[in-house]
């Protein structure tokens, strides 16, 4: 699939990104390559290929779950301007 300029200029007015119009033909040709490869990809027959997580088979090794921290929320809750119930209460701003 090829991509062009004028579809690029859309993907980035509709991301927020400013596209600087010297790098727009060579961001044109890298996007339209990555959609060459992801094309590619799908091409591949997948049938009877069983889904992985991780290349690699291993276990994930994971440590004790305990409390190491002291608890600071009450110390915290009294620098706030407002906190009620364990809550901070900030000013709404949303009609």
Same mark, same amino acid.
């Given at each position: $699939?090829?991509?062009?300029?004028t579809e690029v200029d859309a993907i980035a007015r509709l991301a927020g990104i400013s596209v600087d119009p010297a790098e727009g033909e060579q961001l044109t040709a890298k996007l339209? %390559?990555?959609?060459?490869?992801? +094309? +590619? $990809? +799908?091409?591949?027959?997948?049938?009877?290929?069983?889904? $992985?997580?991780?290349?690699?088979? +291993?276990?994930?090794?994971?440590?004790?779950?305990?409390?190491?921290?002291? %608890?600071?929320?009450?110390?915290?809750?009294?620098?706030?301007?407002?906190?009620? %119930?364990?809550?901070?209460?900030?000013?709404?701003?949303?009609?």
């Open positions: $699939m090829s991509l062009q300029k339209s %390559n990555v959609l060459a490869i992801f +094309q +590619q $990809m +799908q091409a591949i027959d997948t049938n009877g290929i069983e889904p $992985m997580a991780h290349p690699l088979d +291993q276990v994930q090794r994971l440590r004790e779950d305990c409390i190491t921290e002291t %608890n600071h929320r009450e110390a915290y809750q009294s620098l706030a301007p407002k906190a009620e %119930n364990g809550l901070y209460l900030v000013p709404q701003v949303i009609d």
